[in-house]
Structure formats: structure tokens, C-alpha cells
């Protein structure tokens, strides 16, 4: 296997690759079928981590690989002694840095099986709509960005639709997520692509907010010391969800800018 990055269309020939091995393997060697989802999990939680994806498939084709070969020494000559057959720890290191990022969010309980930074993100979400958002509301009234203007109609809706209970206390962006984790057999593609769209729509909210206060901050400078300690406090705890999951390059691209 090449040490080199791989190209999107290798990538895929190898996660193929990867998926037919743990088929032989399970159905060869009378392995439970949940090795394989297991692989599909790490490699949706290595994507959305946005990892080297070349190093962690290589180190995942590596294992796989190297747990087919000791059936087989094992069928063959009998018994050996191994320290047990271990997941590739390449991807976890990392991943569990992440992990520690977002773990002071709350892990709000949508699906048990959702991604934990789908969960965390919309705790995060949840946290800012209950604790801030009121405050939020009073500190901007005497501003072009009171609660009534379309730069906050239009965030408050955004908010709500990330994050409040709406049918079976799922939020309303999140319906399709659950519904495809509800399905049997799962599709590992479509549950993938959902929870990207969750986290890319809180990315543009964030960001968009962060720069609504920071332009407030900017521009009006006669507020209360009250109103001030407020956007402040609100400010620093977005910019704590922007940087901890990592979403400070995502954006919303507009065709004009708002003039002051």
C-alpha cells in the first residue's frame, strides 16, 4: 500500500476494499456481522474529524488484513499467541483529542446512535438558546440588531430549527437524521450525509452570529456596561463552540454585505 495520499477514486476502491475483507472475514471465520459496522462508524467519525483519511485507511486495511491472516495461522497450525486483535489506534488518538474538545457540551440524547459531535453540537445549541439568547435579545434592543430586524428574525428561526424539540422531541433539522437511524439495514452514506448537514448549518449560524455581535460591539459604542459584559459573555461562549468543533471556515457565502 502506497504511502502517499490517496485520490478520491482510490479512496474509494479501498474502503470497497476494506468492506469485502471484513464480508470474508466475518462470513469465513463465523465473526458477529458488527466488526463491519464498527469499521463504517470509525470511518464516518475519521471524515467528519476530517483526519488523514490515506494514513487511517491504510491502517485500517492493515488490521483487517492482519486479523484474516491469523485465522487462518490459526486454522492451520492451531492456537497462537497474540495480545488480542485491536482496532488500528492511528485515527483514535486523534479522535479522542477531539472528543475532549466538546466533551463540556451536553450530550443531548436525540439518538443513541447519532455521532457524538451531532449530539454535543446540538446541546451546544440547546444551552445557547435557553441561557444567552434572552439575554442576548435585551442587550441588542436599543441596536439596528434588535430582536425585531431581519438579521435576527432570521437567526432566531435558524436556532429553533437546530435545536428546539419539535416531533418526538427531535428538532426539526434533525427529523431525517433519526428516521435513517431508525431504518434496518441502515444506510451508512445517507446517515453520513445528514449529520455533515447538521454540523454545516450550526457552522453558518455561529459564524454569522459571532460576526452580527462583533459588529455591534464595533459600531455601538454608547451601551451599557450591563449590555457590554453580556454581548461579551455571549461572544466568547460561540466563539468556544466555533473553535472546539472546529467550524471557524464555514461560512455562508453572501452576494452583499450589509453597510452600517
Do not use: C
Not at 11 to 33: A, G, L, M
Not at 41 to 54: H, M, N, Q, V
Not at 191 to 208: G, H, P, Q, T
Request: aromatic content about 10%; hydrophobic content about 35%; proline content about 4%.
Amino acid at each position: 500500500m502506497p504511502s502517499r495520499k490517496l485520490t478520491p477514486g482510490e479512496i474509494t476502491n479501498v474502503v470497497e476494499k476494506i468492506r469485502r475483507k471484513y464480508d470474508e472475514y466475518v462470513s469465513k471465520f463465523f465473526r458477529p456481522r458488527s466488526l463491519r459496522a464498527a469499521f463504517e462508524g470509525r470511518y464516518i467519525r475519521a471524515l467528519r474529524a476530517k483526519l488523514d483519511i490515506s494514513s487511517f485507511l491504510i491502517a485500517e486495511i492493515s488490521a483487517i488484513e492482519e486479523l484474516i491472516k491469523r485465522e487462518e495461522e490459526r486454522i492451520t497450525l492451531g492456537p497462537v499467541k497474540s495480545e488480542g486483535e485491536k482496532a488500528p489506534d492511528i485515527a483514535d488518538k486523534i479522535l479522542e483529542e477531539n472528543r475532549k474538545r466538546i466533551e463540556k457540551y451536553p450530550d443531548t440524547p436525540v439518538h443513541k446512535d447519532a455521532g457524538e459531535e451531532v449530539r454535543r453540537l446540538l446541546g451546544a445549541l440547546d444551552t445557547l438558546a435557553q441561557e444567552s439568547w434572552p439575554e442576548l435579545a435585551g442587550a441588542l434592543r436599543n441596536t439596528g440588531y434588535s430582536m425585531s430586524s431581519l438579521d435576527m428574525l432570521n437567526l432566531d428561526s435558524q436556532l429553533r430549527y437546530l435545536s428546539s424539540p419539535a416531533r418526538d422531541e427531535v428538532p426539526q433539522f434533525l427529523i431525517r437524521l433519526v428516521a435513517q437511524l431508525r431504518k434496518f439495514p441502515r444506510n451508512y452514506s445517507a446517515i453520513e450525509r445528514e449529520e455533515k448537514e447538521y454540523i454545516l448549518e450550526a457552522a453558518f449560524f455561529l459564524n454569522e452570529l459571532f460576526s452580527i455581535i462583533e459588529r455591534v460591539k464595533r459600531v455601538y459604542t454608547d451601551l451599557s456596561d450591563e449590555e457590554k459584559r453580556t454581548l461579551d459573555s455571549v461572544l466568547l461562549y460561540v466563539w468556544g463552540v466555533i473553535s472546539d468543533f472546529r467550524l471557524k471556515d464555514f461560512k455562508r457565502k453572501k452576494k452583499w454585505q450589509r453597510e452600517e
